[in-house]
């Protein structure tokens, strides 16, 4: 059973970290490209960033510069770290897993951030 686990979610005030994880099991980790992605309210979800299994790497404009993801194929687990956060960064995000030999997507649950004083 393929399962992806978010965590690190929370509040923070404008200008504040998070780092989340996204640990998975039930899949051969090497062989997936894995990302993440986030839904605000009344809003589409949209890529935030995604890592390869190669470790190349795509951001959204928005956060370029301001987030990383990272990986660590020996534990399964996929990282996003956020950095000088804005309330516009406020939203739902969600883990994502591409096999990337049949192109099957999955996804965790989801944890919510929100940036706020």
């Known amino acids: 059973q393929v399962q992806l686990v978010e965590s690190g979610g929370g509040l923070v005030q404008p200008g504040g970290s998070l780092r989340l994880s996204c640990a998975a099991s039930g899949i051969s980790f090497s062989i997936y490209a894995t990302g993440w992605y986030r839904q605000a309210p009344g809003k589409q979800r949209e890529l935030v960033a995604v890592?390869?299994?190669?470790?190349?790497?795509n951001y959204a404009d928005s956060v370029k510069g301001r987030f990383t993801i990272s990986r660590d194929n020996a534990k399964s687990t996929v990282y996003l770290q956020m950095n000088s956060l804005k309330a516009e960064d406020t939203a739902v995000y969600y883990c994502n897993g591409r096999n990337l030999l049949t192109h099957i997507n999955y996804w965790g649950q989801g944890t919510q951030v929100t940036v706020s004083s």
């Open positions: 890592i390869s299994s190669g470790e190349s790497t």
